[in-house]
Nanobody, 125 residues
Framework: QLHVVESGGGSVQAGGSLRLSCAYS????????LAWFRQAPGKEREGVIG???????ALSDSVKGRFTVSKDNAKNTLYLQMNSLKPEDTAMYYC???????????????????WGQGTRVTVSS
């Protein structure tokens, strides 16, 4: 069974940066899909960035040019580097995992069966 745990959230002023971490475990072979989602108060959960073992990456238009993702295989950790943060980036950020998600569905929350508890990001103006 897959397991993910997020960390790294916090409060930052607009224009600042944060790096979130997602420690994952339980993948039994080389196939995987990992993604970051976020949910602001009163809004639906939104896909931010997703990757799979085929090398596909999906990125929300709202974070293009500001957010990047990286994966450290030795540490079993997925990172979300968030730069040029805006107040509208304020949300609870979740890491999600599944054995496989095709590229066209990487930002679709129903495609993921395993979720972390979330880490809160607050960006003040």
């Amino acid at each position: 069974q897959l397991h993910v745990v997020e960390s790294g959230g916090g409060s930052v002023q607009a224009g600042g940066s944060l790096r979130l971490s997602c420690a994952y475990s339980g993948f039994t072979d080389s196939s995987y899909a990992l993604a970051w989602f976020r949910q602001a108060p009163g809004k639906e959960r939104e896909g931010v960035i997703g990757i799979n073992s085929a090398g596909s990456i999906a990125l929300s238009d709202s974070v293009k040019g500001r957010f990047t993702v990286s994966k450290d295989n030795a540490k079993n950790t997925l990172y979300l580097q968030m730069n040029s943060l805006k107040p509208e980036d304020t949300a609870m950020y979740y890491c999600a995992a599944n054995d496989w998600v095709a590229r066209q569905f990487l930002l679709a929350a129903p495609r993921y069966n395993y979720w972390g508890q979330g880490t809160r990001v607050t960006v003040s103006s």
